[in-house]
């Protein structure tokens, strides 16, 4: 392992080759430190909509995460980065979309980011990785889309664990009820007496704490039924 005056001088280094293009990118470039995700560099964009400085986001070190992220949506992208790490790969990257919190708003912005690792020691093992980040509301539609998106993400995560409780034939009706299908229309469909529909619609309602038309739909469309 590198000892600390040396690593600290390969990445101020690293970080003034960054700096020379930073400003003629269309992305925001951020440099993390690969064992906490405390920031080495930020590009001034970045700084200037985050309003902090250099110095000021150095000292937050892992805290900034939580400062101006939605913790959230590491749910969706960390598992893919261990990944990464876990396979010392310097060449694939990971794309994700994050919500951030803007200097004087309240809201979260939307922002699609790509990491990858950056520079390795003399052991080979990485340290330092590097991340793009471009706002949302820069694509026509896209926030609405991402928007979207997040919230189904986050349906099959919470469900995935009580859908995963049905049977084939109760996801079969779970399917045809999404449609506004009566019991008998399903069961002459699927060949059985529409008391059975009944008994399965009951069984559903009772697995997934389901109970209106719009609920079904909700879980057909999430769990690619429909």
Same mark, same amino acid.
């Given at each position: 392992?590198?000892?600390?005056?040396?690593?600290?001088?390969?990445?101020?280094?690293? =970080? +003034?080759?960054?700096?020379?293009?930073?400003?003629?990118?269309?992305?925001?470039?951020?440099?993390?430190?690969?064992?906490?995700?405390?920031?080495? &560099?930020?590009?001034?964009?970045?700084?200037? %909509?985050?309003? =902090?400085?250099?110095?000021? $986001?150095?000292?937050? @070190?892992?805290?900034?995460?939580?400062?101006?992220?939605?913790?959230?949506?590491?749910?969706? &992208? #960390?598992?893919?980065?261990?990944?990464? %790490?876990?396979?010392?790969?310097?060449?694939?990257?990971?794309? &994700?979309?994050?919500?951030?919190? $803007?200097?004087?708003?309240?809201? #979260?912005? #939307?922002?699609?980011?790509?990491?990858?690792?950056?520079?390795?020691?003399?052991?080979? +093992?990485?340290?330092?990785?590097? !991340?793009?980040?471009?706002? %949302?509301?820069?694509?026509?539609?896209?926030?609405?889309?991402?928007?979207?998106?997040?919230?189904?993400? !986050?349906?099959?995560?919470?469900? &995935? *664990?009580?859908?995963?409780?049905?049977? +084939? @034939?109760?996801?079969?009706?779970? *399917? #045809?009820?999404?449609?506004?299908?009566?019991?008998?229309?399903?069961?002459?469909?699927?060949?059985?007496?529409?008391? !059975?529909?009944?008994?399965? @619609?009951?069984?559903? +309602?009772?697995?997934?704490?389901?109970?209106?038309?719009?609920?079904?739909?909700?879980?057909? @469309?999430?769990?690619? %039924?429909?």
């Amino acid at each position: 392992m590198l000892n600390n005056k040396h690593t600290e001088s390969l990445i101020s280094e690293k =970080v +003034k080759v960054i700096e020379l293009i930073a400003d003629q990118l269309p992305a925001i470039v951020i440099i993390h430190r690969v064992e906490d995700f405390s920031v080495v &560099y930020m590009s001034p964009k970045g700084l200037s %909509l985050l309003g =902090v400085s250099m110095e000021e $986001l150095k000292q937050m @070190r892992a805290e900034y995460q939580h400062r101006f992220f939605n913790i959230e949506d590491s749910d969706d &992208y #960390w598992p893919k980065f261990k990944v990464l %790490l876990l396979n010392n790969d310097m060449k694939s990257s990971v794309s &994700y979309l994050q919500q951030v919190k $803007l200097a004087g708003s309240e809201n #979260w912005a #939307w922002y699609i980011s790509a990491t990858k690792l950056f520079m390795q020691d003399e052991e080979g +093992k990485a340290f330092l990785c590097i !991340t793009t980040a471009i706002a %949302l509301d820069e694509m026509k539609h896209m926030p609405a889309k991402a928007e979207r998106l997040l919230e189904e993400n !986050t349906f099959l995560r919470e469900n &995935y *664990k009580k859908f995963s409780k049905l049977g +084939k @034939r109760e996801k079969e009706i779970l *399917k #045809w009820v999404s449609f506004g299908k009566s019991s008998p229309e399903i069961g002459e469909e699927l060949g059985i007496a529409s008391a !059975t529909v009944d008994a399965h @619609r009951k069984n559903i +309602k009772k697995k997934l704490s389901i109970s209106s038309y719009y609920d079904f739909a909700q879980y057909a @469309r999430a769990f690619d %039924l429909i």
